[in-house]
């Protein structure tokens, strides 16, 4: 059960807050200075979750609380000498709420609810990062390196909060499918997930496209249009290439993001909007503001939580792993089962992948469509080559001793040439054979060559 810390000087208004409190499902304490909260705060064996403090106290202001606790605490100030200058120097400093008096219960019981959903997200995703990220899988994200270790970890953390997070990394790295984890790994899950690309809408449309029109705003606007915020109002906006939106807009946006109110085109009514925003970008931030393309405000707004993608050449054998779970969606879809040659993913592991998941996963299409029953290396582009294939290759063959030495000729032959991908004049080369010698011991062995894949 999750412990909350009650912090007031009125007896009074303790009692009554522990009552409500426990009832919503949190085991209480309660202290009237500041003084008896650092000494409860200090109990080792006491794990407190979530801090409701006066913000006026007999020795000391509620705010000198942040410092001295954990990261995990979440503090909610309450007072009734309520100000905006200090509702905004509160909430810099990391409190998570802030209330006044006379408490709305209605308010209270919803930030309460919030706090044991986010536990319970934490521990949700706590159990699938500890049990299925060992089978290489993280929602919708597939890959156990090091490098998406590290990422499955950065998602853990932040997609139980509403902080607004941007992701940035090459193009095809899967910055989208990063999105959709933090959306459905996040108190918002049973609400939308609308994912825009800045860089697909045209200029003259996309701010009606986010902020929506009023009927009769312009010529052709015969209705009221609700924008993505709107409709995405209660869940997640996937903004992808934000550095492709116009920069007039970008001031629009930034307005959005601070104060939770659009404006319809046309509207004269601001419109509240509950939306986390998640942004995508290709470019180097920072590049993109020395070049114009994005306000340096906007990006400090979206930079709350940055969060980098490795690009696939850096993952290691994810790429044979990821191969594979493409493959078998083809095979489900199409009730086939083709596999890859031991050739082709020499092939995929030597390949640079200068496009990412995206180049992979196409190429995979491309190549099932081409093959019958394996996927040979005849059936890659030309660009999927094999690094430094004329070098010896590391495979090792072993033999019974008393083996046949024509026996032996022909097993080496045959693995060399599957080792290099079918490719005679390779092959010879390695074996130290002329080329004409190659095909005459394939001759004797029977050898049937696949039909190549046509390219």
């Known amino acids: 059960m999750p412990h909350a810390l009650l912090i007031d000087d009125d007896p009074t208004v303790l009692a009554a807050f522990a009552e409500l409190i426990a009832h919503e499902g949190f085991e209480t304490s309660t202290a009237g200075t500041l003084a008896d909260a650092r000494a409860l705060i200090s109990k080792e064996n006491v794990i407190i979750d979530v801090i409701l403090c006066d913000l006026f106290l007999p020795d000391g202001n509620g705010m000198d609380l942040l410092k001295e606790v954990q990261r995990s605490t ?13 509702a905004v120097e509160a909430l810099r400093m990391g409190v998570s709420d802030y209330l006044t008096k006379p408490i709305d219960i209605a308010r209270l019981k919803a930030v309460l609810a919030n706090i044991l959903r986010t536990q319970h997200l934490h521990a949700e995703i706590g159990n699938l990062r500890g049990e299925l990220r060992k089978l290489g899988v993280f929602g919708p994200l597939i890959g156990a390196s090091p490098a998406m270790q590290t990422v499955y970890d950065m998602i853990s953390r932040v997609a139980p909060t509403d902080a607004t997070v941007l992701l940035t990394g090459e193009s095809g790295t899967g910055k989208e499918l990063v999105a959709q984890a933090l959306h459905d790994l996040s108190g918002r899950s049973q609400a939308p997930f609308l994912p825009l690309n800045c860089g697909a809408v045209s200029p003259s449309l996309i701010e009606t496209e986010l902020f929506g029109h009023e009927r009769g705003s312009f010529t052709g606007a015969d209705r ?25 807009l970008q001031v629009k ?15 004269e009514k601001p419109v509240p909007v509950d939306v986390r925003v998640i942004a995508a970008t290709n470019r180097r931030p920072e ?7 994005l306000r340096e405000d906007l990006l400090y707004r979206l930079r709350v939580f940055p969060l980098q993608l490795p690009p696939l050449r850096e993952r290691g054998e994810d790429i044979e792993r990821l191969a594979v779970h493409f493959l078998q969606l083809l095979n489900q879809e199409h009730g086939t089962k083709k596999s890859f040659t031991r050739a082709t993913m020499q092939r995929f592991r030597a390949h640079n992948w200068p496009g990412n998941v995206r180049e992979l996963k196409n190429l995979v299409h491309r190549a099932f469509i081409l093959s019958d029953e394996e996927i040979e290396p005849t059936c890659l582009p030309s660009q999927v080559d094999v690094k ?11 033999f019974t001793v008393g083996i046949p030495l024509a026996e032996a000729d022909r097993r080496l032959i045959l693995a060399t040439l599957d080792e290099y991908g079918g490719d005679k004049r390779k092959a010879a080369a390695v074996l130290g054979i002329s080329l004409k ?19």
């Not at 307005?255 to 939770?260: D, F, I, K, P, S």
């Not at 590049?287 to 393309?293: L, N, P, W």
């Not at 010698?437 to 390219?455: A, D, I, Q």
Request: glycine share 10%; net charge negative; charged share 25%.
């Open 388 to 398: 430094a294939s004329e070098e010896p290759s590391q495979m090792r063959l072993y």
């Open 224 to 248: 009221l249009h609700k924008g993505y915020f709107e409709r995405a109002s209660g869940g997640t906006l996937f903004l992808d290439e934000i550095t492709e939106m116009p920069f007039e």
């Open 437 to 455: 010698t190659l095909y005459n011991r394939l001759n004797e062995y029977g050898f049937e060559e696949k039909s190549p894949c046509p390219v």
């Open 74 to 86: 979440q503090v909610i100030l309450i007072t009734g000498h309520a100000s905006i200058d200090t």
């Open 287 to 293: 590049e993109a503001v020395a070049e114009g393309k």
């Open 253 to 267: 946006l930034l307005r959005v993001l601070e104060t939770g109110v659009i404006m319809r085109i046309g509207g």
